[in-house]
């Protein structure tokens, strides 16, 4: 049954995922290019989710073909279910935790915020005791305080930040989401992981249609955010501060907010209040 239920999800994940990609690329006819490829095809610029080219679903490939004539209004799925199930070592350690704490959210955490945002804040991954504990992304753990009172401070939010989600917080232009929405095992997602994931990242990018700023928290989410939006990971300049344009945004990149960072002085809140202030100012 879990099988089952694994690969009709992926069928239908994938399916809706590739339809997007095509239609923005422009391709009305596809379905003899997708007939004939593993995942994606370099010279057609088409770059299919990577669940497309699995040895299970491979036999099934004309069901994921997409019509493109004559169709409107297509869906796109920008959060995983609560038991999604495409990345097993990920599922296996949400089952884990689910065991140990059945009173945690214990699922992929939901991007948290305005969805007329302007301003989108990226992480990696959510924290074990964090997001993966309280449902909502920088929340629970040492992160959140130091990142919710600066978005406050910057007017990208009103209301009390309670570690536990008990409060009125509440997000003005802004979102917060992660690359990998599940809780990784260390705080160490693996690339196969960031890979399929990435395409809600990239839906959600196409649902926040007046984005302009993306912040990233941590190289190692600079990296994963652009691999996420089809870019090469080396664009821009590595370290707090940097800042360039890509995808049609702005990226700004800062250190994480994290109590390792905080407690030795490699970020202080002056530092961190100023990559928000900066964004204030872009976005006028």
């Known amino acids: 049954?879990?099988?089952?239920?694994?690969?009709?999800?992926?069928?239908?994940?994938?399916?809706?995922?590739?339809?997007?990609?095509?239609?923005?690329?422009?391709?009305?006819?596809?379905?003899?290019?997708?007939?004939?490829?593993?995942?994606?095809?370099?010279?057609?610029?088409i770059h299919l989710h990577p669940a497309f080219s699995s040895p299970r679903c491979a036999s099934r490939r004309s069901?994921?073909?997409?019509?493109?004539?004559?169709?409107?209004?297509?869906?796109?799925?920008?959060?995983?279910?609560?038991?999604?199930?495409?990345c097993p070592r990920l599922v296996e350690y949400r089952m884990e935790n689910r065991r140990q704490n059945p009173d945690w959210w214990n699922g992929p955490a939901p991007s948290f915020g305005d969805p007329g945002a302007r301003l989108l804040i990226a992480g990696?991954?959510?924290?074990?005791?964090?997001?993966?504990?309280?449902?909502?992304?920088?929340?629970g753990?040492?992160?959140?305080?130091l990142l919710y009172d600066t978005l406050k401070k910057t007017g990208f939010a009103t209301g009390a930040?309670?570690?536990?989600?008990?409060?009125?917080?509440?997000?003005?232009?802004?979102?917060?989401?992660?690359?990998?929405?599940?809780?990784?095992?260390?705080?160490?997602?693996?690339?196969?992981?960031?890979?399929?994931?990435?395409?809600?990242?990239?839906?959600?990018?196409?649902e926040l249609t007046r984005l302009k700023v993306i912040v990233t928290l941590g190289d190692v989410s600079r990296r994963s955010?652009?691999?996420?939006?089809?870019?090469?990971?080396?664009?821009?300049?590595?370290?707090?501060?940097?800042?360039?344009?890509?995808?049609?945004?702005?990226?700004i990149n800062s250190y994480h907010c994290s109590r390792l960072n905080t407690n030795t002085g490699r970020l202080t809140a002056p530092m961190f209040e100023d990559i928000f202030l900066r964004a204030r100012a872009l976005l006028g």
């Open 124 to 139: 990696l991954a959510p924290g074990r005791t964090g997001a993966n504990r309280t449902g909502r992304p920088f929340t």
């Open 225 to 251: 955010v652009l691999r996420a939006m089809g870019l090469r990971a080396s664009l821009g300049q590595p370290g707090h501060g940097s800042q360039f344009e890509a995808g049609g945004y702005t990226i």
């Open 1 to 45: 049954a879990d099988t089952a239920q694994r690969d009709t999800f992926i069928l239908t994940f994938v399916k809706d995922y590739n339809r997007t990609r095509l239609r923005c690329l422009g391709h009305k006819a596809p379905a003899e290019v997708l007939d004939n490829l593993p995942g994606h095809n370099t010279k057609a610029g």
């Open 63 to 86: 069901e994921w073909t997409p019509a493109f004539t004559g169709e409107t209004g297509v869906r796109v799925i920008s959060e995983p279910p609560r038991d999604c199930p495409l």
């Open 161 to 206: 930040y309670d570690p536990d989600g008990k409060d009125d917080l509440r997000l003005v232009d802004a979102m917060i989401t992660n690359v990998v929405r599940c809780a990784p095992p260390l705080n160490k997602p693996e690339t196969s992981e960031e890979k399929t994931c990435s395409p809600f990242f990239a839906n959600k990018l196409a």
């Open 141 to 145: 753990d040492h992160a959140g305080w």
